[in-house]
C-alpha cells in the first residue's frame, strides 16, 4: 500500500541533543516537503525537495537541515534541540503540483 | 504573491445541520485549490481539490466545494455533520507556475455538537 511514514510519532529530548525525523513515501513521488505547525497556527513550509539531491529552504527560516539520498527517504535534523524546536512536523510528498499532498501522521518534538 | 484566508477560527455546529467553512484566496491566475481535514494528533487528509473544470467538486466524507473565479472564494459545504466531522480544516492554494509550494490559511476547528 502507498504511503508516507514518519517516525517517531513523539519525541521527547533534552537541550543541546542532536535529533533526526524521518520521512519514508512509497509512492515514487519525486518532490517532498517539510512543514512545521504550532497549535492553532497555520502550516509553514521549511524545507522541500523536487528530486535526488536536490534541496531548498522553504519560507520559514529554520536551524533543521534536510538531505535527499535516495527518492523514498528525505529526513530532517537538527543538530542541537533547543526548546524554541518544540513543534510538529509534518512531512509530505507529491507528484504533481495539481494533485495535492499526501502528509505524514507528523512527529511531535517537545524540547525540554 | 498568493495567500489564503480562512475568516473562521472556530466553528460550531449541531450535528445534522448544514456546515459551510469559508476560504479566499489571492493569486493572479487560477490557482490550485485543496481542502484538507486535521483529526488532533493526525497529519493532514485531502478532502478534494480543483483544478481545471466544473466548479463544483465532490470530495471524500460527503464534502463538496465551489470554486467562484468572481469572490475569489473556495467554500466547503456539507449538507448534514456528523459527530466525527470534529476536526481542523485547511484551504490550501497552489500555483500553476510550476513550483509545486502550497500555501495554507490558519485552518478552521469544527466542533460538533451531539
Known amino acids: 500500500e502507498a504511503d508516507i511514514y514518519q517516525t517517531p510519532r513523539y519525541l521527547v529530548i533534552g537541550t543541546g541533543k542532536k535529533i533526526t525525523l524521518e520521512c519514508s513515501q512509497t509512492m515514487g513521488h519525486d518532490k517532498m516537503y517539510w512543514y512545521q505547525q504550532d497549535p492553532g497556527m497555520e502550516l509553514h513550509l521549511i524545507h522541500y525537495?523536487?528530486?535526488?539531491?536536490?534541496?531548498e529552504k522553504g519560507d520559514l527560516s529554520s536551524e533543521s537541515t534536510v538531505s535527499r539520498i535516495r527518492t523514498e527517504h528525505f529526513p530532517l535534523t537538527l543538530e542541537s534541540a533547543r526548546p524554541s524546536h518544540t513543534s510538529q512536523y509534518l512531512c509530505?510528498?507529491?507528484?504533481?503540483?495539481?494533485?495535492?499532498?499526501?502528509f505524514g501522521s507528523g512527529t511531535r518534538l517537545t524540547v525540554v | 504573491a498568493q495567500s489564503v484566508t480562512q475568516p473562521d477560527i472556530h466553528i460550531t455546529v449541531s450535528e445534522g445541520a448544514s456546515l459551510e467553512l469559508r476560504c479566499n484566496y489571492s493569486y493572479g491566475a487560477t490557482p490550485y485549490l485543496f481542502w484538507y481535514v486535521q483529526s488532533p494528533g493526525q497529519g493532514l487528509q485531502l478532502l478534494l481539490k480543483y483544478f481545471s473544470g466544473d466548479t463544483l467538486v465532490q470530495g471524500i466524507k460527503g464534502f463538496e466545494a465551489e470554486f467562484k473565479r468572481s469572490q475569489s472564494s473556495f467554500n466547503l459545504r456539507k449538507p448534514s455533520v456528523h459527530w466525527s466531522d470534529a476536526a481542523e480544516y485547511f484551504c490550501a492554494v497552489g500555483t500553476t507556475s510550476g513550483t509545486y509550494k502550497y500555501i495554507f490559511g490558519t485552518g478552521t476547528r469544527l466542533k460538533v455538537l451531539a
Open positions: 525537495s523536487y528530486g535526488v539531491n536536490s534541496t
Open positions: 509530505a510528498s507529491s507528484d504533481r503540483g495539481s494533485y495535492g499532498y499526501t
